[in-house]
């Protein structure tokens, strides 16, 4: 262990030292075991913005819906200029079918954060999954696209936004640049191969946005139903 990290730890209050330690859990993909140690963290200083920050993360890849949601509540109270809860509360009311405040908190997000294309891409999700103002959902996936050009990610969104639109043709040009930067994605390439007429597209849910994306296990830990958030 170096010298400064040493410091740095010694530094660290026992809030910090806690919600620090409950992160590494968490990137190392035990979320069980991160929300184990985030509550107690948390049952003795609940002003932590952070801690329910991370909390919110790990209730929603945990599928602690109504958790995750006041976990980013307790959040917004403590750090409302902070668009991290208001994206995680964003996805956890898409998730409750809450679309009208999902819609409204990803916006927030944006608003205080503009050049971040998460949020953007959040805002995209939202609609999508409300099944309204898609060439709104379009217009956001590609602002997203637009700040970080290098993401597969929001080129998948961007197709999925094409093809509700019945942009077939685009969808197709955008899901082949999302595989062009992550080639092993299988539910881009099955969206590609549904549009290409060499599959059946699969019977989607009432509140289908947020099930488009799959679950990947990834090593920031998140099961990223539509979106990664940090």
């Known amino acids: 262990m170096s ?26 993909v035990d979320p069980a075991k991160a929300a184990a140690l985030l509550e107690k963290v948390l049952a003795g200083d609940p002003s932590s913005a952070v801690g329910w920050i991370l909390m919110a993360r790990i209730r929603l890849v945990l599928d602690l819906t ?25 996805r956890a009311l898409t998730l409750m079918g809450r679309h009208d405040e999902a819609v409204t908190m990803a916006y927030r997000a944006v608003i205080v ?3 971040n294309p998460l949020w953007h891409d959040r805002v995209a999700w ?24 290098n993401e597969a990610h ?3 969104t961007h197709g999925v936004a094409l093809d509700a639109l019945g ?10 640049i999302s595989l062009r930067l992550e080639p092993e994605n299988p539910v881009a390439q099955h969206r590609l191969a549904v549009l290409n007429g ?21 090593a920031a830990g998140s099961g990223r139903p539509e979106e990664f958030l940090p």
């Open 66 to 90: 109504e958790g995750a949601l006041d976990a980013a509540a307790k959040a917004i109270a403590l750090a409302p200029d902070d668009p991290r809860p208001l994206a995680s509360a964003s």
């Open 3 to 28: 010298h400064d990290l040493l410091i740095d730890i010694e530094s660290m209050t026992p809030t910090e030292l806690g919600v620090a330690r409950a992160a590494a859990l968490f990137e190392r």
């Open 198 to 218: 060499e599959t059946v597209r699969a019977a989607e849910p009432k509140k289908r946005g947020w099930k488009l994306f799959g679950r990947r296990k990834d």
């Open 113 to 115: 954060e503009p050049k």
């Open 167 to 176: 942009h077939a043709d685009q969808a197709r040009q955008a899901l082949l």
């Open 126 to 149: 939202a609609l999508l999954a409300a099944d309204r103002q898609i060439a709104d959902a379009e217009q956001a996936a590609r602002t997203a696209i637009g700040l970080d050009p």
């Open 154 to 156: 929001y080129y998948f």
